[in-house]
Structures are given as structure tokens and as C-alpha cells.
């Protein structure tokens, strides 16, 4: 099993025995070393994680049963509930293991002030999920109190200290569970013991308040050993498996994704770690096949087959499939389905990047870029791509106020120990962030509540940590105590995540004013330079969006903020004009001052992935020094362990980053309609990166196309390079030579800059309800319009088109989307539309360009139905650069309208040379 490191902390050592009735592990060893990394060992490869903070990792297949089972927790509660106002507490949790189960298959949890659910029990049945919530109960600091729950019998229950507290219905089974299952939290619940049952139990059972005990249902039980004292505890299984166990399952394999390396080099072999188990006495072979198939949807390599044969009692042994080394780059997926001895069959998807080699050493950009992630295992996601910075947010927001200090003066650091430890130990540094204040230290009440204009996020406007602080002195007290602890440790601290979400904006963060952040900011800077001189402050990183505190960033700088600061920061959401007016403030307060962009994740719009790398050259060509993405590159409903196309997206950027040693400056000789720069690497070579944001350009080098040229898009995947004739940039291109890169010629072919423009993209849980469909990429206005107001029918050139109807005609209704205009120019938009055979539809049809409406004319233009489709056009002029909008809808009064194929076209103003 992986050794996993845990802190010192305050408490005392809390030696476990896990009995497996054998349920389990012939021998299991928790070793409990007197020093900070504590972690369980075992005598074989083992089943769980146990350790002296009351945190339990175990493997969820062969321990819980998808048709019916009870979990019973022995919980002491860290903080009280009034504590937990913050976040999602989680007493059980078992994640999906695929879109079916979510991002919590099975769990109990705490919520917070916005969620109105209290104390809940989730279970995601294949029929119905079950969802039992009541008002959390009082949870005595420092006490133990039995938490449990059961599904299964077409019910779910919850319960707490012996007495049934809610109930919902439940119907089915789980679907596929993940490998782990954790209980316990850190800094919130400490559990003392664990029984897992597979069936439900009935009240009689769960009502007695006595040890937990291994009964015929127990598939697994942790309880405290007897002594505290010693160091080690064995656990020998002597009984037999339960009836599921041995009859019901038999013998199970599985997936160990987090043991999986998910990067490996053209050529060759990936191994897919599995897990095996078997109840039975008699060896149970498997059937695995896979078929892997490329981002594409092409086959990668032919369909494998695998039998696995599972020796009598194993528990959890390790097993691997072999996949067959692909030759080409870019992500890939394999679907393995593992057919049991008994004829049943279990499908997993797991995805792996194919990279091309490259041997340069590690250039002065090798550590460009930053993640938000907790880096717990090895091999980790993203150690693996060479990934060294982490920002303590997300995931891992282990130094916040309300994490640290849950009441006064009494601090619980087990997770921000374990955090630092673990960073530490993979050769990450730490960017920690500090805010956001405990209820006892906020100035929440009914009252600033109220006060607050702009909450339309009102899940954050009623917990208490998005308020502002009540004292500066407390304020000092809690920076003091984190920086004194992590002196030397965490270089970098941030004040505050997206400050700028403050009224008069969206309050989503901070509900003082610009005076008030920047009070505790100057606080901060100079308890975090009294207490580690050598760490560096970086004022919050700016959101700057269209809800936001827009003008705050350039008070705060006119406020004196970059003479309290290191590192000025901002956010990379929004359009490039906007982040160089921003940088342009920073730097005429502060010239020189560093710059960091600390936060911007794929959004899943059309071209996104492409924007944020785009993004992160313009910053690095802008002097950045750090550039930290989101975790969205990773599947959540795979417990954030399953990879995405984006994940491809950020190794491939990291590979070419790792390279590059000084940034030259835009490639020579590409002009407008194509953005470049122009890198040098380690070994002498170059990397030009070229990026299109609709259309193409071809392109002829000077002195004729390299022959070592390398091309590759944003995948990693390679792209052509033609013997003779023009380079063609589609996207995002990298182009690696040793040669120097420059550009003779280029011509631009101009594409539609509209995404989904034919409406075949769509969101929303239409397989469960066809009216809540939704144009992926377009926006429905107004936000109030009824369902019916949008549908879906059979389109004029492919599956879909949307028909608007305004059953009030109260209010104008269109669809619209965002677009931003790079070039200056003349441009057409066009759809075509189809009304009624005698209607009259009333046409919306208008541009929102960076420097006005066009038309300018708010009259609609009349549209005289023949039942046949029409084309509507109209051509307008865009004189800036910048963010605009393309939009479509009908006026009151209007006969339905539908609308298919729209399209967005420059047609003047490419630049041709």
C-alpha cells in the first residue's frame, strides 16, 4: 500500500486495529512511528489507511455492497457545528467512479450556511437517488457521538446518537464504486471507529450505543486498540467472509487509478495498475478487454484481450493490464471491461497522454507554471508533467482563517502540517493564501446581510468567511500565528482570493469596501515581513469580471498598495485589453513590480482551452513570472483522478515550457490575425508558437520550412508538415527547430467566429427531461424566460435547430453570444430563420461591437413566413479591438421563430502579406 505522510499535531496517538473478518487481510500492521509522518503499513498489500489523526482510507470494492448496506462512524468532533460554516464537512465520503455516481456516490456531510440540507446522507441509486437531510445536530467539541447511515430496501436513513434523524427514498443499486472510500476529516472529525455493514441494519441494532462489533454482516471494523501505548497492532482474520462477500461478489478487480502514471513517451508500454480480491475458495478468472481510441474517436491500437486469474482468499494483490505502446501523440482512452466469473461486467474508462521525447535540459521557464492541487500521492498528476508551484486554494485551502482558528485562540494545524508536508516531499513550493475569517471572528449577521445589494450568489452571501473581519487585531494575531509556523517553509503568501467580488459588485467574497481590504492587506505585509523577512506578499488575485469590483485594483494602487506588496496579481478570465490596462496601473505605480497569474481554469467554451494557453504566452510575453492553472483539467466525477482532453492540453504546454529558456518576442514577420511568440530553448533551438482564433493562416517560412521543423497543436498531437508549400496554423500550433524561426509571408482564411453556430452542441439533463436542453455556448435572455420559451426541432443542416416562441410577449427573447473581436475590420453576421406559412416574425438581428450597437436602429425587421427556410444578413464595422456580442431573438408579438446555421465572418481587414 502507499504510505501516506501525516503531521505532528496536538493529540495523542490513537493506535487502531482493523479486523477484516477475514473477511479482509490475513495481517494487517498499523505502525505508528514517533515521528511526524505516521502512516498504516502493512505485512501485504494492504486495504486502508489508518493513522493517529482519526482519518480511515480503505478500498470501497469487496467492503461495500451497491444494493443495500450500513456505515456506522464513532466520531469525535473536532469543531463544533457552528465551526463549519465554511465548506462542505465530510464525516464518509466514497466519490464516483463515472458520470453516474458523481462527485459523491455514498457519503454524509456536513453543509454549509446557502446549502439548506443541514446533516446529509447522499446515495446515488441506478433508479432513484436518496438524499436524507435534517438540521445538523449540536456536536459536543472534544466528545464522541455514533453517526450512521443505511441504503438499500428501497430506503435511506440517517442517523445520529442512536436515533433516526431523516430518511429519504433510495431505489436500485450504486453504480460503479470508486477504489477508496475516506472517513474522518482533518481539524473536523476524528473517527475512533468504523463498522460497515452489507445490508441495512434495523433499528434495534443501530439504536444501542456499545462498542462496534464483527458480526455475520461485517465486512469491515476499525476500533481503538487497548493501549494506547504501543506502537504497533496486528489484526488476524479467523472467520469467514460474509454471505455477499462469498456468494454475492465472490471476487472483484479493479482499477488503482491513483497508483496509475498517466504521462508516457511515443513508443511505449502503460501499465493500468489493478486491485484483485476473491472471497471464494477457488481461484475466479477475469476477462479484461480494452479498446483504446484516440481524442478523435480513431483507434489508437487494436482491442486487447487479458485473463487474470484471482488466487482463493486474496486480498487486494496487485494486478496490471498492459496497453500496447502508441505511436502517436496526444490523450488517448482506454474503455476496459472486465467480465467476472460469473458473467457479469464492469466497464472503466482511463485516459493517458502519449508525448513526443524530448531530451533538453530544463530551461529558465521550466517552472512558469503553478496548479491548484493537493499533492498527496506518487506518482502524482501533475509532478508528472514537472509541475513544481501548487496555490493553496480549491482543493487545498488549509491556511485559511476559518480552517486554522475555529474558535479563539484555539488552533488545529493537522491539515495545513500534512499539506506543507506533502508538498515538501514531492519538491513543490507553496503559495499559501490567507483570509476569509471564522464565524466568531466575522462580521456576519441578519443585518450586513441585509445590507448587501448584490447577492446574487447567495450560497456565499450567507457564510460567514465571506465577510470581512471584525477586528484587525485578531486579523494580525491569525496571520502572525500561520506565517511563525511556516517560516521558511511557504515563501509566497496571497491576501484573499478575487477580493474584487465585493460590493459595489457581486459579493461573493469580501463584504467590506476597497478601504477595508486594503487596511488588512497593509496589516498582513507587515506581520508577514516582521515574522519571515524573506517571504513575498502578493496582493489577492483580481477576477475583473462583469459582476466584480472593477475599479478596485486601481483605487488600491492610488491607496499606496504596491508599496505593501511583492508580487502584483491578477486573474486571467477576462479579455486581454482588460488584463493590460490592469498591468498598466501596477506598473505606473510600481515600475518593475513582479507579476504572477494565479488562477484561470478551462471553462468548456468553445476554443477555451486554446484561450487559456493563449493567455499564458501573452502574460509570459508580458514579463509574468509565474502562471498558476485551475484543477478543471481533471474529471471530478472520477474523484479527480480520471484525466480530461484538458489535462493534455496543460502537459503539453508544461513539455514545451520545460524547454524554454528566454522569451524573444513575437516571431518575426507575423503580422495581424495570428498571434505569436518566439522562444529560445536549452539546447540552442527555438519554439515559435503561432495561435488562430478562428479560421487559418498559411504561412511560408523565410529561407524555406525547416527540415528538423516539429509542429504540434495544443494536444500534444502532431500536426503536418508539408514537404513543399505553406505551413497551415489552424488553433494553437508549436513549432520547435533548431533552425531560427522567421516568417516570409502569410495569408489569413477567415473562419466563423461564432462556437456551436449550428446548434448541435447541447447541455443541460435533457435525456431526463427534453425541455431543459439547452445551445451549448449560447445564452438565453432574459434569464427569466420560461422553459418553453426555447426548443429543439429537426434543423436545416443537421440535427438541431432552436425555435424561440414568447408565450407572454412581455419581454424581447433572444439567444446571444459572446465573442472577441482581435481584428478591426468589416464583418457580416447571418443565420437563416423559418417561419409559419402566413406569420410574421419579428427579427432581432444586431452586433454589440467594442465601440457601439449595429444596427444602431432598435426597430425589428419583419420576417413574412412562407414554412420555408430564408437567409438573414446583415454586414457591420468594428473600429476597436475587444469583447462583444453577437445576438439574435424576436420582439413581443412576434409568430415563433426558428433559427439555424449563424454565422460570424470578417470579411475585410485580413491582413494578407
Not at 496579481?569 to 505606473?588: F, K
Request: aromatic content about 8%.
Amino acid at each position: 500500500m502507499r504510505a501516506r505522510a501525516c503531521a505532528r499535531g496536538p493529540h495523542p496517538i490513537l493506535s487502531t486495529l482493523v479486523h477484516l473478518p477475514p473477511r479482509f487481510l490475513r495481517a494487517f500492521v498499523v505502525s505508528l512511528a514517533a515521528c511526524a509522518g505516521l502512516s498504516a503499513v502493512a505485512a501485504q498489500p494492504s486495504a486502508a489507511s489508518v493513522d493517529r489523526r482519526g482519518v480511515i482510507e480503505h478500498w470501497a470494492p469487496g467492503v461495500i455492497n451497491p444494493e443495500g448496506g450500513t456505515i456506522e462512524l464513532d466520531v469525535e468532533f473536532v469543531r463544533a457545528a457552528e465551526e463549519m460554516k465554511h465548506d462542505w464537512h465530510f464525516l464518509f465520503r466514497a466519490t464516483g467512479n463515472g458520470p453516474a455516481g458523481g462527485t459523491t456516490l455514498l457519503g454524509i456531510v456536513v453543509c454549509p450556511p446557502g446549502d439548506d440540507r443541514g446533516l446529509l446522507a447522499l446515495a446515488k441509486g441506478d433508479e432513484r437517488n436518496g438524499a436524507a437531510s435534517t438540521t445538523i445536530p449540536a456536536f459536543p467539541v472534544g466528545e464522541t457521538r455514533r453517526v450512521a447511515m443505511t441504503w438499500g430496501d428501497e430506503a435511506l436513513a440517517l442517523w445520529f446518537d442512536g436515533k433516526q434523524i431523516a430518511e429519504d427514498k433510495f431505489a436500485g443499486r450504486l453504480p460503479t464504486l470508486p477504489e477508496t472510500f475516506t472517513a474522518g476529516r482533518l481539524g473536523a472529525f476524528r473517527v475512533h471507529g468504523l463498522r460497515v455493514s452489507d445490508a441495512p441494519r434495523g433499528g434495534a441494532e443501530l439504536r444501542r450505543r456499545d462498542a462496534l462489533t464483527a458480526d455475520e454482516k461485517t465486512t469491515l471494523l476499525v476500533t481503538p486498540s487497548s493501549s494506547v501505548e504501543q506502537s504497533t497492532s496486528t489484526a488476524q482474520s479467523t472467520e469467514s467472509p460474509t454471505d455477499w462477500q462469498r456468494e454475492g461478489l465472490v471476487a472483484t478487480i479493479f482499477p488503482e487509478r491513483k497508483a496509475a502514471r498517466l504521462v508516457t513517451p511515443v513508443g511505449q508500454a502503460l501499465r493500468v495498475p489493478l486491485r484483485a480480491v476473491n472471497f471464494g475458495d477457488k481461484a475466479a478468472s477475469f476477462r479484461l478487454t480494452a479498446t483504446l481510441r484516440s481524442r478523435a474517436g480513431l483507434a489508437s491500437a487494436e482491442p486487447l484481450e487479458r485473463t487474470i486469474r484471482v488466487a482463493p482468499a486474496a486480498r487486494y494483490t496487485e494486478e496490471f493490464f498492459e496497453l500496447p505502446a502508441i505511436t502517436e501523440p496526444g490523450y488517448h482512452e482506454a474503455t476496459l471491461r472486465i467480465a467476472g466469473p460469473r458473467g457479469a461486467t464492469e466497464e472503466h474508462k482511463v485516459a493517458f497522454v502519449v508525448q513526443l521525447p524530448d531530451s533538453a535540459p530544463d530551461g529558465a521557464f521550466a517552472n512558469f507554471l503553478g496548479h491548484h492541487h493537493v499533492f498527496a500521492d506518487k506518482p502524482d498528476l501533475y509532478t508528472q508533467i514537472g509541475i513544481r508551484w501548487e496555490r493553496a486554494w480549491a482543493a487545498n485551502r488549509a491556511f485559511l482563517w476559518c480552517n486554522v482558528e475555529p474558535a479563539p485562540g484555539r488552533f488545529e494545524w493537522e491539515a495545513a502540517d500534512l499539506a506543507v508536508a506533502q508538498a515538501e516531499a514531492q519538491g513543490v513550493r507553496t503559495l499559501g493564501l490567507l483570509g476569509y475569517p471564522p464565524a466568531w471572528a466575522s462580521t456576519y449577521s441578519e443585518k450586513e446581510y441585509e445590507k448587501i445589494a448584490n447577492k446574487t450568489v447567495k450560497a456565499y452571501s450567507r457564510r460567514p468567511e465571506r465577510y470581512q473581519p471584525r477586528s484587525t487585531e485578531e486579523w494580525i494575531a491569525y496571520v502572525r500565528a500561520v506565517v511563525a509556523r511556516y517560516r521558511g517553509r511557504v515563501t509566497h503568501w496571497e491576501i484573499y482570493n478575487e477580493v474584487d467580488f465585493n460590493p459595489p459588485g457581486l459579493h461573493a467574497t469580501f463584504s467590506g469596501t476597497t478601504q477595508d481590504y486594503a487596511e488588512l492587506l497593509a496589516a498582513a505585509s507587515r506581520v508577514i515581513r516582521e515574522t519571515d523577512p524573506a517571504a513575498k506578499v502578493l496582493i489577492s488575485g483580481f477576477s475583473l469580471g462583469e459582476p466584480t469590483n472593477r475599479a478596485m485594483p486601481g483605487q488600491l494602487l492610488k491607496m499606496g498598495a504596491a508599496d505593501r506588496i511583492d508580487i502584483f496579481n491578477i486573474h486571467a478570465y477576462v479579455s486581454r485589453e482588460i488584463l493590460a490596462g490592469v498591468v498598466a496601473l501596477a506598473r505606473a505605480a510600481r515600475p518593475g513590480i513582479p507579476l504572477w497569474q494565479t488562477e484561470r481554469q478551462y471553462m468548456g467554451g468553445w476554443r477555451d482551452d486554446q484561450e487559456v494557453i493563449h493567455s499564458l504566452f501573452w502574460c509570459l510575453g508580458e514579463g509574468f513570472e509565474t502562471y498558476f492553472l485551475h484543477e478543471s483539467d481533471i474529471d471530478r466525477d472520477y474523484g479527480n483522478l480520471k484525466i480530461t482532453p484538458y489535462y493534455a492540453v496543460t502537459a503539453e504546454v508544461a513539455r514545451q515550457l520545460r524547454a524554454a529558456d528566454a522569451y524573444l518576442g513575437p516571431v518575426p514577420g507575423v503580422g495581424a490575425g495570428c498571434a505569436s511568440w518566439l522562444l529560445r530553448r536549452s539546447d540552442g533551438g527555438h519554439l515559435g508558437v503561432f495561435s488562430v482564433s478562428h479560421g487559418r493562416v498559411q504561412l511560408t517560412f523565410k529561407g524555406g520550412t525547416p527540415r528538423d521543423l516539429v509542429l504540434t497543436n495544443l494536444h500534444g498531437e502532431r500536426v503536418p508538415v508539408p514537404s513543399s508549400g505553406p505551413v497551415v496554423i489552424e488553433g494553437l500550433v508549436y513549432a520547435v527547430s533548431a533552425s531560427p524561426l522567421e516568417v516570409a509571408s502569410l495569408r489569413r482564411e477567415p473562419g466563423n467566429m461564432l462556437a456551436n453556430p449550428g446548434f448541435e452542441i447541447r447541455s443541460g439533463d435533457f435525456v431526463m427531461d427534453e425541455s431543459s436542453a439547452r445551445p451549448t455556448w449560447w445564452r438565453l435572455s432574459p434569464p427569466s424566460a420560461p422553459v418553453s420559451a426555447l426548443r429543439f426541432q429537426k434543423g436545416r443542416s443537421g440535427d438541431f435547430s432552436v425555435v424561440l416562441e414568447n408565450p407572454t410577449d412581455a419581454d424581447a427573447l433572444n439567444v446571444n453570444q459572446d465573442i472577441a473581436f482581435e481584428e478591426t475590420g468589416r464583418f457580416r453576421l447571418s443565420a437563416h430563420v423559418r417561419v409559419a406559412a402566413g406569420k410574421q416574425a419579428r427579427l432581432r438581428l444586431f452586433l454589440v461591437t467594442p465601440h457601439g450597437r449595429w444596427p444602431s436602429s432598435h426597430d425589428a425587421r419583419v420576417i413574412t413566413g412562407t414554412g420555408e427556410w430564408q437567409s438573414v444578413t446583415f454586414e457591420a464595422t468594428a473600429k476597436r479591438t475587444g469583447q462583444g456580442r453577437a445576438i439574435i431573438g424576436i420582439e413581443p408579438g412576434s409568430a415563433p421563430l426558428e433559427i439555424d446555421d449563424v454565422e460570424l465572418l470578417l470579411i475585410e481587414g485580413a491582413e494578407t502579406r
